[in-house]
């Protein structure tokens, strides 16, 4: 696709109050990895690094306007398409969907599977930030939320969330570049009863041969040991990138069959 052409910066305060965002005049040499912007606050412009989600869901309205509006982010709209077209196709009620969202941030994920019908929906992720900002811009979209570290999860943190009797991971745009990793998509994954759903988005790197983040192995390790059963995968744009260009991810709806083993994950 071709190069899209981003405004280098975007309407002013005057608009809606929206905030003002500046993406960088030169953008040719900063990859996904070191992405920012730059946001006027209180009459200075600051730079925020994309991966700062702490800084970023402080900022009411940033997340979205940076992602969503400028960077045209469709990752919560296609996962939630997927994982609507799989249950129909199994006959499943929306409602019966028991959901925990790993890396929820502040809640588009989950806004989106209430828009699916799901009843029960439990927010996590490891950020103070993202749970606050999660109760500021959508209190009514999780049953609960939490702030937890899968990769160090307790036991007492295993048996609450084991009580919510999970049918459904999903799990978007938060695997690999240093935040989720293998080992804590596996505990998440075995929080799930055997046959339930298992949505997830992920660069579309990361699951090829070059992938270094662990997950390509995963995945395929998974599927050769029948413990997930991929139903449907898309390679899709995931959003532009400050320079324009598409970032493409794939995301993934299969059905679990039975618990990750220790040792499969690299
Ligand atoms: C790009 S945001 C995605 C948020 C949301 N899923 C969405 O699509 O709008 C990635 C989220 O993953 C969270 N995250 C990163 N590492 C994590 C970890 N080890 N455990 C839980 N959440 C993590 C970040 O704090 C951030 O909120």
New binding site residues.
């Given amino acids: 696709m071709a190069n899209r052409r981003l405004p280098h910066e975007n309407g002013g305060p005057s608009m809606n109050n929206k905030l003002q965002i500046r993406l960088p005049e030169h953008p040719e040499r900063i990859d996904q990895d070191s992405e920012y912007c730059s946001v006027l606050l209180d009459g200075t412009w600051h730079d925020i690094r994309f991966h700062d ?2 800084r970023i ?1 402080s900022i009411p309205g940033l ?1 979205e306007q940076l ?1 969503h509006d400028v960077l045209d ?1 469709r ?2 709209d296609v996962v939630g398409k997927l994982l609507k077209e799989q249950i129909q196709a199994d006959d499943v009620d929306a409602s019966s969907l028991r959901v925990l ?6 809640g ?2 989950g806004e989106q599977l209430r828009t699916v019908g799901a009843q029960h929906l439990v927010g ?4 103070t930030e ?1 749970s606050d900002a999660a109760l500021r811009d959508r209190p009514e979209v999780y049953d609960e939320y939490r702030v ?4 160090a999860l307790s036991e007492q943190d295993t048996a609450a969330l084991a009580r919510h009797e999970f049918n459904t991971l999903s ?4 695997l690999g570049y ?4 293998p080992a ?1 998509f596996r505990s998440a994954f075995n929080l799930v009863g055997d046959g339930g759903w298992i949505a997830f988005t992920i660069k579309d790197r990361f699951l090829g041969d070059e992938d270094t983040s662990g997950f390509a192995r995963l995945i395929r390790r998974c599927q050769e040991a029948g413990v997930l059963e991929v139903r449907s995968s898309e390679r899709y744009r995931h959003r532009l990138d400050i320079k324009g260009d598409p970032l493409y991810y794939v995301a993934i709806v299969g059905v679990k069959k039975a618990d990750i083993p220790s040792g499969l994950e690299p």
């Fill in positions: 989600y702490d869901f997340y992602f982010c990752s919560p969202d790993l890396g929820a941030g502040n588009l994920v996590v992720d490891i950020l993202a937890l570290d899968f990769t799990c978007v745009a938060a240093g935040d989720i990793p804590a």
